[in-house]
């Protein structure tokens, strides 16, 4: 019955993306919901978008095993970087007109920079993509009690937001992902309320988590554990500001306002509501703590499910599902859609410049079905990677490739294409470096990789400058002898 009702919701949530596909008429309204979505649009669909199965499954199973310290990432890193969105690039953006985040790094920088960034973005979007897939096979899993497996669990999942999300774009995305939020804050907020009810209250299940030094945020005050915390705190807080999904949601706004406001209020909104789950899975220490016990020996992800499924009645596992599949769908639509329209718009156009836009509004829709059909098998092969690393590991790329020149290209006149390429170089090997040899067991790998990044961007914009007026200098002493 539970999964007859899953099902249905799946039918239902495709049948609204595919009414809000027909405001679709040109590569605009599929990228970028033709700059028409209101604040209130801006703000669920950046929430939305953040609220993902790591959220709900990822980070209470990590917040349980290390407290708020080992969930500094996400939601607080993660949360944080659509704050900073919002404040200090959605505004310079969205002034631009641009369709993707590597249409500004050609308007900066030239065509390799351009290709270069856009390569690193799609890339990043692999493992973020490929957890939200890993989740909805562990849901039809667990929904089938065994009888789907995770894998062909991934495949039904996969084919219900391609149903949507190949013919409505950004607009399917956006009205679905309003629907969803709304499901998923009720649905868990109702559930918090019970589960605390079952644990005897909402204070003991806060007692619990204060006897376990679970609030404990910062880490131990060494140096390297220091360097580590807050390598750990920018992956995502720095990482994830130059990528096209949160891109796509700055420039669907239909005003200014709403695209500096709407990051903010989301990313306040998703650090906060993403203690929800948090509550929840302490609350299951309670409720049932040898089975607990066992799970985060085993798999910690399926606590949450767990203690749903045997110890709640069944309007609970309902609404519980609902949330949960709202949580996976609407990340999971939003990141097949961001990479897909990057490569057509920033690297596909390279070699069919003068492509109409009717024909770039089909390449479009193929190449979301292509990069589906590779995040599934790529899902499939790394099965039994936590959601949480998944989706951690995606952003490291892009802090240490894409963040600076985007930063220095927006603030600093004096960035030159040399220097993003140097920066973009620089930052890659680096990080690549210290990935691969003992070094990173000492310094993280990804903090190496944006310090060398910044550098490069100095060395690269400044070097030129410096010895041509060394050179100018030297002729005029020359000159004057």
Same mark, same amino acid.
């Given at each position: 019955?539970?999964?007859?009702?899953?099902?249905?919701?799946?039918?239902?949530?495709?049948?609204?993306?595919?009414?809000?596909?027909?405001?679709?008429?040109?590569?605009? &309204?599929?990228?970028?919901?033709?700059?028409?979505?209101?604040?209130?649009?801006?703000?669920?669909? =950046?929430?939305?978008?953040?609220?993902?199965?790591e959220?709900?499954?990822?980070?209470?199973? *990590?917040?349980?095993?290390?407290?708020?310290?080992?969930?500094?990432?996400?939601?607080?890193?993660?949360? =944080?970087?659509l704050?900073?969105?919002?404040?200090?690039?959605?505004?310079?953006?969205?002034?631009?007109?641009?369709?993707?985040?590597?249409?500004?790094?050609?308007?900066?920088?030239?065509?390799?920079?351009?290709?270069?960034?856009?390569?690193?973005?799609?890339?990043?979007?692999?493992?973020?993509?490929?957890?939200?897939v890993?989740a909805?096979?562990?849901?039809?899993?667990?929904?089938?009690?065994?009888?789907?497996?995770?894998s062909?669990?991934?495949?039904?999942?996969?084919?219900?937001?391609?149903?949507?999300?190949?013919?409505?774009?950004?607009?399917?995305?956006?009205?679905?992902?309003?629907?969803?939020?709304?499901?998923?804050?009720?649905?868990?907020?109702?559930?918090?309320?019970?589960?605390?009810? @079952?644990?005897g209250?909402a204070?003991?299940?806060?007692?619990l988590?204060?006897?376990?030094?679970?609030?404990?945020?910062?880490?131990?005050?060494?140096? *390297? &554990?220091?360097?580590?915390?807050?390598?750990?705190?920018?992956?995502?807080?720095?990482?994830?500001?130059?990528?096209?999904?949160?891109? $796509?949601?700055?420039?669907?706004?239909?005003?200014?306002?709403?695209a500096?406001?709407?990051?903010?209020?989301?990313?306040?909104?998703?650090?906060?509501?993403?203690?929800?789950?948090?509550?929840?899975?302490?609350?299951?220490?309670?409720?049932?703590?040898?089975?607990?016990?066992?799970?985060?020996?085993?798999?910690?992800?399926?606590?949450?499910?767990?203690?749903?499924? =045997?110890?709640?009645?069944?309007?609970? $596992?309902?609404?519980f599902?609902?949330?949960?599949?709202?949580?996976?769908?609407?990340?999971?639509?939003?990141?097949?859609?961001?990479?897909?329209?990057?490569?057509?718009?920033?690297?596909?156009? @390279?070699?069919?410049?003068?492509?109409?836009?009717? @024909?770039?509004?089909?390449?479009?829709?193929?190449?979301?079905?292509?990069?589906?059909?590779?995040?599934?098998?790529?899902?499939?092969?790394?099965q039994?990677?936590?959601?949480?690393?998944?989706?951690?590991?995606?952003?490291?790329?892009?802090?240490v490739?894409?963040?600076?020149?985007?930063?220095?290209?927006?603030?600093?006149?004096?960035? =030159?294409? $040399?220097?993003?390429?140097?920066?973009?170089?620089?930052?890659?090997?680096?990080?690549?470096?210290?990935?691969?040899?003992?070094?990173?067991?000492?310094?993280?790998?990804?903090?190496?990789?944006?310090?060398?990044?910044?550098?490069?961007?100095?060395?690269?914009?400044?070097?030129? @400058?410096?010895?041509?007026?060394?050179?100018?200098?030297?002729?005029?002493?020359?000159?004057?002898?």
């Open positions: 019955m539970l999964l007859t009702l899953v099902i249905v919701y799946l039918l239902v949530t495709i049948a609204i993306g595919l009414y809000a596909a027909k405001r679709v008429k040109n590569s605009a &309204d599929y990228a970028i919901a033709g700059r028409g979505l209101p604040l209130a649009m801006i703000v669920t669909t =950046t929430f939305a978008t953040w609220f993902g199965s959220t709900v499954l990822g980070i209470p199973a *990590k917040f349980v095993g290390s407290g708020l310290n080992g969930v500094v990432e996400d939601p607080f890193g993660a949360g =944080t970087c704050i900073l969105v919002g404040l200090f690039f959605a505004g310079k953006l969205y002034k631009m007109s641009l369709l993707t985040i590597s249409d500004y790094y050609r308007e900066r920088f030239g065509r390799t920079v351009e290709v270069v960034c856009s390569l690193i973005i799609m890339l990043s979007y692999l493992g973020w993509v490929s957890a939200q890993t909805l096979g562990l849901v039809f899993n667990l929904l089938s009690q065994g009888a789907i497996s995770i062909a669990g991934m495949v039904i999942g996969v084919v219900s937001i391609l149903a949507y999300t190949l013919f409505g774009g950004m607009w399917s995305v956006a009205v679905t992902d309003f629907i969803q939020m709304i499901i998923l804050v009720i649905g868990l907020t109702i559930l918090a309320v019970f589960a605390g009810h @079952q644990a209250g204070d003991k299940v806060v007692h988590a204060l006897s376990r030094d679970l609030f404990n945020f910062w880490p131990e005050p060494t140096f *390297k &554990d220091m360097l580590f915390f807050f390598a750990a705190a920018i992956t995502m807080m720095l990482g994830s500001i130059p990528q096209q999904d949160v891109f $796509q949601r700055v420039m669907s706004a239909n005003s200014v306002g709403a500096t406001k709407g990051p903010v209020i989301g990313g306040v909104f998703y650090i906060l509501f993403a203690f929800v789950p948090m509550f929840l899975v302490t609350s299951a220490l309670i409720i049932m703590p040898e089975q607990t016990a066992a799970l985060l020996k085993d798999d910690p992800q399926k606590v949450l499910p767990e203690l749903v499924l =045997t110890h709640m009645p069944f309007v609970m $596992q309902v609404l599902f609902g949330a949960l599949l709202s949580a996976i769908k609407s990340t999971a639509s939003a990141t097949l859609l961001a990479p897909s329209v990057t490569f057509v718009e920033n690297i596909w156009r @390279q070699f069919r410049p003068r492509i109409s836009d009717k @024909q770039e509004l089909r390449t479009m829709r193929v190449t979301v079905l292509v990069f589906s059909a590779l995040v599934l098998l790529y899902a499939i092969k790394t039994g990677t936590p959601i949480y690393e998944m989706v951690s590991g995606a952003y490291q790329v892009t802090l490739g894409a963040f600076v020149p985007l930063v220095f290209g927006l603030y600093w006149n004096g960035a =030159t294409t $040399q220097g993003a390429i140097f920066s973009i170089v620089l930052g890659v090997l680096t990080w690549v470096l210290f990935l691969v040899t003992p070094a990173g067991g000492e310094f993280p790998a990804q903090l190496a990789g944006v310090l060398a990044a910044l550098t490069g961007m100095l060395i690269g914009s400044l070097g030129p @400058q410096a010895i041509k007026n060394s050179h100018a200098s030297h002729h005029k002493l020359a000159a004057a002898g």
